[in-house]
Structure formats: structure tokens, C-alpha cells
């Protein structure tokens, strides 16, 4: 039974309460950064590393923080991780923290990490906490890649850097900028809810058919 | 739910500040010297590649030297052994004696008189010095804040209050260490004359100012200079290079920068960065006269621009002041 449940709050941070596309939580980098596949895997990587690391430390916590300050406490265990990320894509890996960043130290007032910490990490134990945090992370991270993807073929005709389209491909820049990222996401909202109402729809003929069946 | 009382808050969230003080401290230690080296490698790096391959390339450390070197140079080829970058404008303030300049310029003197771990620091405050645009200036009385300990510095001030706030050990005092390194609050500014002479006050990632040397068997064979200049979002910082007789340019290359994508930040690819090779540092460099600009892109050519200019007046007063002239 805990199996299962734990299962679950992983897959349900994957699709079910996907943060971008379905909670719409955490847009500012998810418009900002996807502008290359390698910009929203290290993003995306990036914030899972920062949920995991804050939902685990949190619920331990839990018991200890005063319910009157817990979101100061939860913003200086937040900001200590990505301080620590920060430094770290600094000394690593230069290229990309050149490129995401404000985004990095920005990570702070995501509203998954916070909204993470508040809505799970301070009411369940630990081992649930670290696993929803790592669905959410994975949702994110999928849903980075996704954006970041379809922005970077249309804008610049690759995907992680290799050329898919070739030498002949017109780079259609808007989808570099900020005003595509709208536009992409919101295609892809569209087509998330498409998915999830027609899969509803079904179910519910389904069980219309399956009692018509039975009477 | 629980009702808490204050004392418990208080402690908790100190206890939670001091234990993330902590691991932050740590986690500086260990990041900051591998950024900071990097840091030196990136220009270092790329004046490899704008200077002649096989050359010695040094970071210039005394501008004597270098200008003598430059002289050398100059007289080999049969030119006048001072270089001007624009003999047609005004000429640039006639050289003066070391003791004089030390009044007018405050800071070049203060920094020469230092040991030679300084290179740093000397280097960049020269740079400053000699600008003729506002940075310059704020530079200059940030620098004369510090001495003063005038109200310039709010920010600095309020924050290292702030970090006493927390406790009265010495984490707290680690504490505002790695605010300043982490975060830049003080902008590096205000451990200048703590601490100077064991550690490089600018923290800036790009330093407005730096020469490196190119040596082939003793004789210059490159000067590659770093400037700085506004883009359209944020600083442009190139660096450039000329052969040893600083009468042409030998290449260009955009260090750091932060301009539109797809737009401005085309201003770091070939096609625009190659225009400059080869051409004679006589040139006025504006856009629409000898540089041809990145279309749609005004601003950022323009910084660019603006860079190179402020490299060339830089390295002229850089070479000038006063000594060389006194020497040849």
C-alpha cells in the first residue's frame, strides 16, 4: 500500500499536477530560459536538485520550525541550496551559467520549490517528501525540455545543439524570444488539456457503457 | 496548532541562518578559487588567440616596461617611438613627473607605490583613472568613500549591521564574507584597503581594463587589450589586439556580453568581429565610418564601438604617463 502511494506522488508530479503545463506554476523560467534543449535540462536539473534537497530537509524539519516563521525558514533552506547551486554552475560548468543566469539565484521564489515546501515537505515524512519533490523536479524537467526543445528547433533549426534542419532552414527568430515562449506554451497547455479532457470523456462513456452493459 | 513562543522563534530561525551561514562558508571555499582561476584563464585564453602563436603572453604588470618595449618596437619599424591613437585630436595631457602625478591622479600614484602582488588592482585603477567617462568617475569617489568613510557606501554599511544582527560569533562575521563574495553586495570595493595587499580588491568578472604582452625573443610581437563599454542590456567587454608597433590591428573578440539574442548578440560572430583585423589603429572607430555594424543592431555595434575606442584611449594614456616619454 505505502508503495503505491509513494508511486503515485512521483507520477502525479509527471503529468497529473504537471507544475508547467497543467499547475502553471514556475513560468518565469520556464519562459525565460527555454530558449535552448541545454538551457531547460540544466534548468531543469538545476531546480530538481534545489526541490529534492529543501522538501527532504523541510520535513525533517517540520516538527522543529515554528508554524509563525516557517516560510522565512523555508526561504533561507531554499536560498542555501541554490547559493550552493549557483556557486557550483559557476565553477563547473561556466557555459551554462553564463546563460541561465539571474535565472539561477532566481530559483529561490520558484513557486514549485516554495509551494513544495509548504504544500508537502511540512506535512509528510521524509522519504514521501524527497520522492514528490523528485516527480515534481521530473515534471519540470520534462516540461523544460519539451519548450526549450520546439523553441530551439523553430529559432535556431537544432535540438541540443546538433542541426536537425540543415544549412537551408530560416531561423524564425521570435521563437528565441520571449513573446514564443508564450506562444509555444501555449500551444502546448492547449494541447495537455485536449489530452486530459478527451481521456475524461472517455472514461465517462466508458462507464456509461460498462452500466448500460450490466443492466 | 502548536502556539510558539518567541524565544523559539527567535532561535530557531538564528539557528537556521547560522547552520546555512555555515554550510555557505564552506561551500564558497571550496567554488570561489576554481571561479576566480577561470575567471584569469578566460581572458588569458582568448588573448592566445588574438595574439601570434608561439609568443610568450604575459599579463602586463608595469606600463614602463611595456611602453619601452612599444618604443623598442616602434623604432625597429622606423616609426616615432610614441604612439598617439589619434595625433589629430587633442593631445592627450603632456606627460608629467611621477611626484605631480601622484596629486592629480590620485590613485595611480597609491597603487605604483604598492608591492607587485598588486597587479590587480594596479592595473585596473589605471584603467579607470584614464577613462574619460562617468564609470571613471564613480570609481573614483567610491575609492575616496572608502578612505573617507563617507555615507557613499549605504548599502555596505546597512548590510554589515545587518550581519551583527545575527550573533555575536564569529560565523557572523563569515557570514558577511560570503554575502559579499556570493552575492557582490560590496562589490569588492570595501575589503580594498583592508585587506589589499594579500588579495585583489575588483571581484568583477571582466576588469574594465587589462594588457597583455605577446614577446618573440625578447621583442614585442602583440599588445591584446580588454575594454568595456555600455551594450544595449548590459556591459560589452572585448578584447583587441594589436602587433608590436600598436600601428595595427591584429584581431578582435567580443569577451562577455549580454545583448538580445539573434540580434545584438551577433556581434560576438566572425563575420562581424573579422572586419577588424588589419586595420590601422589610426582609425576613429565608430560605426558607419570604418566599422560596419550588425544589422538591426545599432546599440551593440555601437558598444562595441565604444569599447574599442575606450581600449585605444586606455592603452594611450596607459603607455604615456609619464615616464616614457621622460625615458626615450
Known amino acids: 500500500m505505502a508503495k503505491k502511494s509513494l508511486f503515485k506522488e512521483f507520477v502525479k508530479g509527471l503529468w497529473e499536477e504537471h507544475p508547467n503545463f497543467v499547475m502553471l506554476i514556475g513560468l518565469c523560467p520556464t519562459l525565460a530560459v527555454t530558449t535552448s534543449a541545454m538551457n531547460g535540462l540544466a534548468m531543469g536539473i538545476a531546480t530538481t536538485f534545489v526541490i529534492v534537497c529543501s522538501s527532504i530537509l523541510i520535513s525533517l524539519m517540520r516538527k522543529i520550525i515554528p508554524d509563525e516563521v516557517r516560510l522565512p525558514s523555508y526561504i533561507i533552506i531554499v536560498a542555501t541550496f541554490v547559493t550552493i547551486v549557483d556557486l557550483a554552475l559557476n565553477a563547473y560548468f561556466p557555459e551554462i551559467y553564463q546563460l541561465l543566469g539571474i535565472f539561477i539565484p532566481l530559483i529561490v521564489v520558484n513557486c514549485i520549490v516554495l509551494g513544495r515546501a509548504e504544500a508537502f515537505a511540512s506535512r509528510n515524512g521524509v522519504i514521501a517528501s524527497a520522492i514528490d519533490g523528485l516527480g515534481m523536479g521530473f515534471g519540470f524537467t520534462w516540461g523544460l525540455i519539451v519548450l526549450s526543445s520546439i523553441r530551439e528547433l523553430l529559432a535556431k533549426g537544432s535540438i541540443f545543439g546538433m542541426t536537425i534542419f540543415g544549412e537551408s532552414f530560416k531561423p524564425i527568430q521570435i521563437f528565441g524570444q520571449a513573446p514564443g515562449a508564450f506562444i509555444i506554451l501555449g500551444f502546448i497547455v492547449g494541447l495537455v488539456n485536449f489530452i486530459n479532457i478527451n481521456a475524461k470523456r472517455k472514461r465517462e462513456l466508458q462507464k456509461i457503457s460498462d452500466r448500460s452493459q450490466a443492466a | ?328
Open chain 2, 1 to 328: 496548532m502548536k502556539k510558539s513562543n518567541l524565544l523559539n522563534i527567535v532561535l530557531v530561525l538564528t539557528i537556521i541562518s547560522l547552520v546555512s551561514a555555515a554550510v555557505l562558508t564552506l561551500a564558497n571555499d571550496k567554488f570561489s578559487p576554481i571561479i576566480k582561476a577561470r575567471e584569469n584563464d578566460k581572458l588569458r585564453i582568448v588573448a592566445q588567440k588574438l595574439l601570434p602563436e608561439g609568443a610568450q603572453i604575459t599579463k602586463v604588470a608595469n606600463y614602463s616596461d611595456l611602453a619601452s618595449l612599444v618604443a623598442e618596437a616602434r623604432k625597429a619599424a622606423g616609426l616615432s617611438p610614441d604612439w598617439h591613437w589619434n595625433p589629430d585630436a587633442a593631445p592627450v595631457e603632456a606627460a608629467v613627473p611621477a611626484e605631480e602625478e601622484k596629486v592629480e591622479l590620485d590613485f595611480s600614484g597609491f597603487t605604483f607605490e604598492e608591492s607587485e602582488d598588486e597587479e590587480e588592482v594596479e592595473l585596473d585603477l589605471s584603467g579607470f583613472t584614464f577613462e574619460e567617462n562617468d564609470e571613471a568617475e564613480e570609481i573614483g569617489t567610491e575609492e575616496e568613500t572608502v578612505f573617507t568613510e563617507d555615507s557613499e557606501d549605504l548599502d555596505t554599511v546597512d548590510f554589515s549591521e545587518e550581519t551583527f544582527s545575527f550573533g555575536e560569533e564569529e560565523e557572523a562575521v563569515d557570514f558577511g564574507d560570503m554575502f559579499g563574495d556570493a552575492f557582490d553586495f560590496t562589490g569588492g570595493e570595501e575589503e580594498a584597503p583592508a585587506e589589499a595587499p594579500t588579495e585583489p580588491a575588483q571581484e568583477e568578472v571582466a576588469p574594465a581594463f587589462e594588457v597583455y604582452q605577446a614577446l618573440e625573443n625578447g621583442k614585442l610581437a602583440g599588445v591584446a587589450v580588454v575594454a568595456k563599454a555600455k551594450g544595449y542590456h548590459g556591459d560589452i567587454v572585448i578584447m583587441i589586439s594589436f602587433d608590436g608597433t600598436l600601428e595595427k590591428v591584429v584581431g578582435m573578440d567580443v569577451v562577455q556580453q549580454t545583448e538580445t539574442a539573434g540580434l545584438g548578440s551577433l556581434i560576438t560572430e566572425e563575420k562581424f568581429t573579422k572586419q577588424f583585423a588589419g586595420k590601422p589603429t589610426g582609425n576613429p572607430f565608430e560605426t558607419g565610418k570604418d566599422i560596419q555594424g550588425v544589422a538591426g543592431a545599432t546599440i551593440s555595434s555601437k558598444g562595441v564601438a565604444a569599447a574599442l575606442q575606450n581600449a585605444l584611449k586606455n592603452l594611450e594614456q596607459f603607455l604615456i604617463d609619464g615616464t616614457i616619454k621622460e625615458g626615450a
